[in-house]
């Protein structure tokens, strides 16, 4: 029922963890499963140059969130936000359809935490 990529993902996530000093950070939860997905973000000049992740949930979500993660790495902000969840799911080469709303969180996180960039940058111009 799982795609080879949504076992090696889940198998073996890439970008498991913390950042210190984050530039973002961005907590979705999905009030149906209770599942938690946290992003820390480093920006430099605009793009993300590190990104790893937290998530307290169902395996469809680790690996969402470990190809998200993968997905928006040295792209700039704006390619980050333009992220889909479809297109995380693609990447995955697909989800069950009871599973989609997993990969939801995953763009949700990342929105969240490039809003939180946002609102700090803005911030600390003023
Ligand atoms: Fe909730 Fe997957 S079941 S995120």
Known sequence: MYSEKVMDHFMNPRNVGEI???DGVGQVGNAKCGDIMKIYLKIKDNVIVDIKFKTFGCGAAIATSSMATELVKGKTIDEALALTNKAVADALDGLPP????CSVLAEEAIKAAIEDYKSKQLASSK
Not at 98 to 101: E, F, L, T, V
Request: charged residues 30%; proline residues 14%.
């Open 20 to 22: 210190e000093n984050p």
């Open 98 to 101: 009871i599973k989609m709303h």
